[in-house]
């Protein structure tokens, strides 16, 4: 069935420093690829997301990039800071067929003082 | 706004008793979904209501029982729960079932002793 791998499980870096989480997927035909952050007892949080008809989306100090050859995407977080501490997930979706969400495994972030 | 609400934020039960969970949302969107999320783990499909009809059905035990009282409401009636219950549970909407983005509610952790 479909799968998304994400990498690596868990992550800590220097705060200001620049943090790169990847996923791939098997799915050919997933076409949304959303993150999600979460917190410690809270719900997952939609932080950004890419179409498949689209290279690469900034929003502030988050990206996303994605490539559909490879069937890879990748979250891009510059100038971490403490409070971007969680767990992130990627996943992929189709917007057509049975549109579950396939998530990838989780990535632990820790931001250093 | 993009707000899901969840109630309880927690719930301890025995494994004879009833209780429900509840999640509202008030943004018009027209598909609703329950997840439950294990710790460290990524969260797992278990209904998905499309205009106040079940659509999915993940092979989720009878003991939990959905129902979409109306476009806003959502609830998931649990009996008879095992301790491996114990999980959160968490509610999602999205515009409806073949759109992208899919918005968490904050989850109920629940307990089952």
């Known amino acids: 069935g479909e799968n998304v791998e994400q990498h690596p499980s868990t992550l800590s870096v220097q705060e200001g420093d620049s943090a790169v989480i990847k996923c791939t997927y098997s799915?050919?035909?997933?076409?949304?690829f959303p993150w999600y952050k979460q917190e410690l007892g809270k719900g997952p949080q939609l932080i950004i997301d890419i179409r498949s008809n689209v290279g690469e989306k900034k929003d502030q100090r988050i990206a996303v990039t994605l490539n559909k050859t490879a069937k890879h995407f990748s979250l891009h977080i510059t100038e971490t800071q403490p409070e971007d501490s969680a767990v992130y997930f990627c996943?992929?979706?189709?917007?057509?067929?049975?549109?579950?969400?396939?998530f990838g495994t989780g990535t632990r972030l820790k931001v250093l003082a | 706004d993009t707000e899901v609400t969840q109630t309880p934020k927690h719930l301890v039960m025995g494994m004879t008793n009833k209780k429900s969970l509840k999640c509202e949302q008030h943004?018009?969107?027209?598909?609703m979904y329950w997840y439950k999320q294990k710790a460290k783990k990524p969260p797992e499909l278990m209904f998905v209501?499309?205009?106040?009809?079940?659509?999915i059905n993940e092979s989720v035990p009878s003991r939990f029982s959905p129902e979409c009282p109306n476009s806003s409401l959502l609830n998931l009636h649990l009996h008879a729960l095992q301790p491996e219950d114990s999980a959160l549970y968490l509610c999602?909407?999205?515009?409806?079932?073949?759109?992208?983005?899919?918005?968490f509610g904050p989850g109920t952790r629940l307990t089952v002793t």
């Open positions: 209501y499309s205009y106040e009809k079940l659509s």
């Open positions: 799915d050919s035909a997933s076409n949304y």
């Open positions: 943004m018009g969107h027209r598909a």
């Open positions: 999602a909407s999205s515009q409806v079932v073949h759109s992208y983005e899919q918005y």
């Open positions: 996943a992929a979706t189709r917007t057509s067929g049975t549109y579950k969400y396939i």
